[in-house]
Structures are given as C-alpha cells and as structure tokens.
DNA sequence: CCCCCGGATTGGACGGTACCAATCTGGCAG
DNA sequence: CTGCCAGATTGGTACCGTCCAATCCGGGGG
C-alpha cells in the first residue's frame, strides 16, 4: 500500500483530465479545484507547482492556469540509458566490454571526490538500441560502497542494480556534453566510418545527498542520437 | 522601488550567510529561521524550495538542511550568449553577418508554430569570446511581432532588444543538442580546419505563455564549448 | 563493547485565512 | 463604434496552526 502524498495524486488526476484538451485550454480556477476536489487550495498549489516544472501547464497571474503546448523535449528528467531508449520506442540492449577494479586515478578520483588511489569499480558497456550500437559507456564506481558488483548481472539496468542489491539512489546528476572526433576503436566499437563526430557526455550521479555515487562517461553516435532538454529563466 | 517577495529576500540573505560555508554544514532549522527573520515557517519553506532547485543547498527529511557542495555546471538557467561567456569569464563580441526578412519556410515554421509562408526576421551573427571566434548563431522571429528589427542595432543582446524594444520576454526554451561535422562555409568562418565535429543547439524561446518566440539555431566550436547542466529524478 | 529501541528533533504535508497584484470584462463616455 | 476606466476574477504572497514520517541520539540490555 503505498500512501501517497495527497497533492501528487491530484496531480496525476488533473493530468488525467486535461489529457485530451487542447493547448492553452484553461483549467478550473485554483479554488474551484480545492472545492471540487476536497482539499485545500495550499495542496491545490502544490499539484500546479508540479505540474508547472514538468511542463505540463502554465500559470499567468490574473488570467488562470492553462494546458501548455507540447514540448519536443521529454527527458528533462534524469534517466538511464534503458528508460531513454524506450522513451524514443526503441528496444535497449547491452554488451559488456568490462568489468574490473581499479585505482581511480586522478580524474575519476576528483569526479567521485575520493582519493587518487582509491579503489574503483569500472563497468565498460556497448549500449544496442534495436539491435545496433548507439553509444559506449563507462562507469565509475567507488569500491567500497558497491562491494562485489563486478560478479553481478550487468546486463540490464545500472541504475536498478545499485537500488536494489546496495540501496544507493541517483536523485541528480551533473552532466557536461561536448563535441568530439571518435578515436578507431570508438569508431570501430560503434560500428561508424572513422573521423565522424560523437557526442561526450560525462556524468556524475548524486545521492541525496549531494555525495558522488557514480561517474560515467557516455559516448553517442552522433547521427542517431540527440539530447533535448527545456530550460527556464531562473530570476527575472 | 521594487519591491520583492519576503521569500526572495530571505533566500537572498540566506544565500549570503552561508557563502563562506564549507558543504554539508547544516542550515539552522526552519524553525529557528522562522522565528530568528520573523516571518513564517511556509516563506522559509518557500525560500528553502528556490535554494534546493538552484542547487544550493539539499534537504533531508528529519536531518535537516545543508549547503550543497559546489557544482561543476553553473548554466542550467537560461541564458543568453552575452551572459554564458561572461559566467565563463570571457568577453562576449558579435559579428553581424546578415539581418533580413524572409519567408519561414516549412521547418521554421513548424518550430515557431506560425504558417510556412509567413514572414520572419533571420539575424544571422558570428559569435566572438575574447576577439576569436566562438559559434554561429542564426536567429528566426516572427516578422509581426518585431516590427523593423532589421535595422535596429544588433551587435548586442537580443534578448535585452527584445524586451525593451518590444515588451517580449523569453522565460523558458526548449533544446536540442547534437554533434554534427561542420562544412566548409562553417570552418571558415568558425576558424578552424575543415572536417571537425561542432556542436548544434536548436532552441526555440517561449513566452510565459508557452507561445514560440523565436528559433535560434547556434553552431559551437566543439575545442572551445561544451554545455553544463544538472537534471534530478522526477518523481520516485 | 556493540546493538537495539524509544523519544526528541527535523523536514514534509495539509488545513484554514487574509490580502496583494496582474488581468480581464463590461459599461460608460466620447 | 472606439477607447478608457472601475470592479470582479485569478493567481501570488504571507500568516497561522496541526499532524506525519524520516532521522538522530542517547540509554539500557546483551
């Protein structure tokens, strides 16, 4: 039985209803809602609130709430590599290239924010999507909180394996994303003429914390994959 | 006299005190902020939910509130070019390569949500960062809603033109981000050898009514940009 | 010495109310 | 018919209070 908070299942409710509406549909007032509804117009607040950050209405004081247009953009939210491709309706598959521990050295180290000669994980993954290569990953791991993950299954999803087997949860992450020119091996790995461009993300996931969990480099084929992403203006 | 919210002043001094702050320290509790600043446990709150979204600060239930540690990506707001590079201590130029009123066009059109045979306002600019080149920026808005942008002084901030001139603000986008292989046209201007990898960011500006404002397409040198961001998990 | 458990503490959720600021609308004046 | 202004409407800010859930800490038992 999962008790959920009040306000999130209202949420999914008005998503429910405005799913067929067209955009810029107004919703009922804020405190139409709260009556109808039965809850106060503080929770009534909080549901909008969310609904605003996922793009999903927007607010205009004075005029009321609307549906918003749709967005090209979907993963503005952190996701793994499994549920991204299945959000682009493309079936994800993995390839593992290697699995060992070693000494972190000093880039992985001031990425996880440990000692240079600390020990870590390394999970180096050929990512399939349909069938055919779109990206080469390689993972970082500090050792000691995921003692014996190179044993385990590394043939679906990182981040359920770390939930599950070890209780460690990405809540956030920092990504930096550059342009590069594949090396032979990346390009012979991803299955692309030599000389072709990639994008590099490099990623760090954070507990909630904010403590280093992981450190992942990404690299993508640039003719099948892009990133999409919305962002909003922070203080007017 | 502007006179802003308690919430935003609060988070402001908050935002001071904690500045020298090694991370993880703890926030007073929001009681004692409460009853220290006089104002109500709710306007901290509100103040603490602006903290944690910049990625201030984080929040455990039952724990408390800390300073977050410091973060690599500083741009997950959106920003102008003039103001990126001066984040990145760079001295932002323009070079005005074109400004002309054309038909949109089918794909144009599609991203500003406006008919194929509209009237739009191309600025086409070489971006500078410390006098050398830095990316291509090609602009698109609807020719209706700037009238006679074409001649007015385009070697600064479009978006600052934008709103003084005519009243539109931008307050979210979307983007999209691939790597692409430049061509020759782009090489040179770019100044730099044919055949590199560049990267492209598609973005179309929004209103604060979810409407299309413009559409920029920008070609960054890939040896000199990379784009940072941090991106959380939606919903657990 | 370590482990477990219960109470105190802290952030999270929810309720209610009041007033403000931006917007929209309808009616009146021109 | 057009333009403007006053009042109603709507979201935004702020206050109060109550209870819940996760965490932390210290004391007691092993």
Redesign the interface.
């Given at each position: 039985m999962a008790r959920q908070a009040k306000y999130?299942e209202l949420r999914q409710e008005l998503l429910a209803e405005m799913a067929g509406s067209a955009?810029?549909t107004p919703l009922p007032t804020e405190r139409e809602i709260s009556a109808r509804h039965g809850v106060s117009r503080n929770t009534v607040r909080q549901a909008l609130d969310a609904l605003e950050t996922?793009g999903s209405v927007?607010r205009?004081q004075g005029a009321g709430t609307?549906v918003?247009?749709p967005?090209?953009?979907k993963s503005?939210?952190?996701t793994s590599f499994s549920e991204d491709m299945r959000e682009r309706d493309l079936v994800p598959a993995s390839r593992l290239l290697a699995a060992e521990t070693v000494r972190a050295g000093r880039q992985i180290a001031e990425r996880l924010?440990i000692a240079p000669d600390a020990e870590v994980v390394r999970v180096s993954r050929l990512r399939l999507a349909d069938g055919s290569p779109m990206c080469l990953e390689n993972v970082h791991l500090p050792a000691d909180r995921v003692p014996g993950l190179a044993r385990e299954d590394l043939s679906g999803s990182l981040y359920a394996l770390l939930t599950e087997r070890y209780g460690l949860?990405?809540?956030?992450?920092?990504?930096?994303?550059?342009?590069?020119?594949l090396d032979e091996t990346e390009s012979a790995l991803l299955g692309v003429p030599v000389?072709?461009?990639?994008?590099r993300v490099q990623r760090?996931g954070l507990d909630?914390?904010?403590?280093p969990v992981e450190a992942t480099t990404t690299l993508?084929r640039?003719d099948r994959?892009?990133?999409?992403?919305?962002?909003?203006?922070?203080?007017?």
């Open positions: 999130e955009p810029h996922s927007y205009v609307f918003a247009p967005v090209v953009s503005l939210a952190l924010g949860q990405i809540r956030s992450a920092e990504q930096v994303v550059r342009a590069v020119d000389g072709v461009s990639g994008l760090v909630r914390r904010d403590t993508y640039a994959y892009d990133i999409r992403f919305t962002v909003r203006r922070s203080r007017p």
